[in-house]
């Protein structure tokens, strides 16, 4: 083989020992989200007892809850998958008696005037915290059901007395899941 034939070949065979050297570069992008389990969550809706005018103080710069009032109910999630647990927000500040600032405000049309509903944390209104419109409570727990049992009352707000007139309220509770 002469020079000319072995420079002919390298010539030849250079290109492609260069092609076969070139670095490629791939992007990859994952993207995702964790999200927290879920549950089904039950509306309340309850109807607190029938009480007198005189059930409350009759002063009025005095508060007080009504005690024959008393009303337990639960806020009842079923079918938790993937949950351990929720904070609930019940209502928001603008909940909020004007007068009372951890007492939801009476809404009723022409309602009874002072007045509004206590809610406490519990069964029996009797221990418990007061859960003021806003709040947020946290709970653990890692089963299918849960209940966060909650108590309301009427209350009478200072500023003057209370006379007949309906009571009513609404708020709304917001679950977020863990």
Known sequence: MNLFTVLGLLTLLLPMSAVAQTISTARIDL??????????????????????????????????????????????????????????????????????????????????????????????????????PGASLSRAFTTATYALPLCAQYHKNAGGLVTMGPLSTSFTVTITYR
């Open 31 to 132: 993207n995702g989200t964790v999200q927290a389990g879920t549950c089904t969550a039950a509306a309340v809706t309850k109807n607190l007892p029938v009480v007198g005018a005189n059930v409350f103080p009759q002063s009025a710069s005095a508060t007080a809850g009504a005690v024959a009032s008393y009303t337990n109910f639960d806020i009842a999630l079923t079918a938790c998958a993937g949950v351990t647990g929720a904070t609930f927000q019940i209502g928001v500040t603008g909940d909020a008696s004007p007068q009372q600032a951890n007492v939801f405000r009476n809404k009723a049309t022409n309602g009874a005037p002072f007045t509004g509903y206590w809610i406490r944390e519990g069964a029996g209104c009797t221990s418990g915290n007061t859960v003021a």
